[in-house]
């Protein structure tokens, strides 16, 4: 039966070869014939999917919700130093580690575009993870919607996750992408970074004649805001010349949309909103340690992202804090149409499909996503 299973998959992967060679697809292409760059963007609850194109456009695929185990799995695979979880984390199991693994099938499987349906076969024959499963699902739906849009394959995406991610974290990212049949050509960038870069920041190093670049050699501070259902996730960053150094970081699951507006409406005294407050202020807070003269001594740059980010308490809580800070930073609307900002939904997605297609096309060159 055994013998009769592995005639069957090594059958439908030697059609997909002969369709792979038909259509002439390879992921080794020529940097120069790189036309566009994909980025996916991992949150809590869900995933977004935007394309990059050399003529310096960028499209908007999909934002899918995920599934009940992909949300657990992304509340627990953050860096063991992230402070949003007050309860051990449970122990993920990694792809492989309960079932052996066919190294033909695996080098086959992540070489070639498979067809959707036997992904999922060859992955659950492959490995026994619900957890590699669940990011899978994901992945392979951000995929599949980008591959609508564009009429065929993609061989090339790479992603943006809201925190730094435990070395098991990594794993599993590496593993389902593999599984779902894409090269990453970048690391795991941090979702506010890449955002920032969507809006501009740090685009002088490498586009120093572009319409949108902000910013130039002079070092600034950063405040990323990413706001969602699920967490709020916001980030002081110290960015010189296109290098992007964390400073501070909050993300705490506790601070929400869903859980402040579930806190709101209690009968408890507590003041909700006010506890959000309270977080940025404390990533805000100046001065900063082991600075240089010539760091600024205030945000001098905000940028939101997330499904949140136009929140009306979020804005009232960025305006209270952001004005104790000297009272020069302002929010005037945050409605991202009127004030020419990203679509704070897709930005991070955004600013990693641009740096996908600028490592693709330049592979020597310094690139700090």
Known sequence: MKRLIDLCLLFALSLAVRNALATGISSAADPAAVDLGIGFSLSLDYGTSSIYFSNGTTIDVAKIEGSGRYKHVMRHIQATDATCMQLEPPKLRNPGEEVAQSPLLLRMQRALPLPLFLHRALNRWQYGSPDATAMEAMLLALKVATESYL??????????VPFSLAQSGEQLLSSASSIAGFERVLGTPIAGQAAARANGIGACHYYPEKDHCNGGDAPQLILTVDYSRAALTAILWLEDAGVF????????????????????????????YERLAEALRQVVKMPLEDTGSNVPGMAEVLILLGERATDGHLKEALQQVLQEQTGLMSIANPEWEEIGICNPVFAAARGIAEASWQRQKEPSAKNDL
């Open 151 to 160: 009429e065929g394959p993609i061989a090339v995406a790479d992603l943006a």
């Open 245 to 272: 150094e964390e400073r501070r970081m909050r993300h705490d699951v506790d601070l929400g949309g869903d859980a402040l507006y579930r806190c709101h409406h209690s009968r408890s005294e507590e003041l909700c």
